[in-house]
């Protein structure tokens, strides 16, 4: 059964290129352009989720990190590893702040969107 990676990306191009790469990947991927989707987490039970850091149509005073904070601190939720993805240039403290497992640095390298998901996720045995 396929894994499946939850992205919440507002650039279309983004989103869709991360989506076409991971689906060819072999990962069942649901897309979305805000965080309101965070509120089904629990049904769609993703193995991962992608997290834009900044999501501008939504509820401008949540970022990214403050939603992977609260995916992280709530029991349902905190086994589901978090990356954040963002151009901003202390990513990695945010991403710390939120407590989320990690963060890709836009741009990226689609070889590197491939690698930290493959390092994140979780893999039957």
């Known amino acids: 059964m396929a894994k499946k990676i939850l992205v919440i990306e507002d650039d ?18 649901i897309a979305s352009d805000n ?3 965070l509120k089904k987490v629990q049904d769609l039970k ?3 989720i992608l997290l834009d850091n900044w999501l501008t ?10 939603l992977s904070k609260a995916l992280k601190n709530d029991p349902a939720t905190n086994h589901i590893p978090v990356i954040l993805i ?6 990695k ?7 989320a497992d990690g963060y890709i640095k836009k741009p990226f390298d689609l070889t590197e969107l ?4 493959k390092n994140h996720i979780q893999i039957d045995l």
Request: overall charge negative; charged content about 30%; aromatic content about 6%.
């Open 12 to 29: 279309k191009d983004i989103r869709d290129t991360i989506v076409y790469v991971l689906e060819e990947e072999g990962y069942e991927v």
């Open 57 to 66: 149509d939504w509820m401008s005073d949540l970022s990214g990190q403050q």
């Open 35 to 37: 965080a309101r989707i």
């Open 86 to 91: 963002s151009a901003v240039n202390n990513l």
């Open 114 to 117: 491939i690698e930290v998901v």
């Open 46 to 48: 993703p193995d991962l």
């Open 93 to 99: 403290e945010i991403a710390k702040a939120g407590e």
